[in-house]
């Protein structure tokens, strides 16, 4: 079974950043199909970021397009969310995302598309 560690979240105020990090127990994370999701309270669990197997070019959401980036360490086996500029409306919860599945990239955003879930972690944004 394969487990996601999360770790970085925190109480920032706007403008402020942050660095989430998320590694997996078993296996090279280039075997995965990799993502981040957030949930706010009451709401959805949302899309914010995915990049495939195959490919070097991440997928963002609108919302975080140009304040988040996506990366991966491979010598360190982990991914990374960067994540600029911070608003209130990205108060959530985070969750890194994997699957070993190949997906399309239509499929990208859809939750349910990936088997292994980090714990999440809290990131707040307020004043």
């Known amino acids: 079974q394969v487990q996601l560690i999360e770790s970085g979240g925190g109480l920032v105020r706007p403008g402020d950043s942050l660095r989430l990090s998320c590694a997996p127990s078993t296996r090279t994370i280039r075997t995965y199909t990799m993502a981040w999701f957030r949930q706010a309270p009451g709401k959805d669990r949302e899309f914010v970021v995915a990049?495939?197997?195959?490919?070097?070019?991440?997928s963002y959401a609108d919302s975080v397009k140009g304040r988040f980036t996506f990366s991966r360490d491979t010598a360190k086996n982990t991914m990374y969310l960067q994540m600029n500029n911070l608003n209130s409306e990205d108060t959530a919860v985070y969750y890194c995302?994997?699957?070993?599945?190949?997906?399309?990239?239509?499929?990208?955003?859809?939750?349910?598309?990936?088997?292994?879930w980090g714990q999440g972690t809290q990131v707040t944004v307020s004043s």
């Open positions: 995302a994997a699957t070993d599945r190949g997906l399309i990239t239509s499929s990208l955003r859809t939750v349910s598309n990936y088997d292994y």
């Open positions: 990049l495939k197997q195959t490919s070097g070019m991440p």
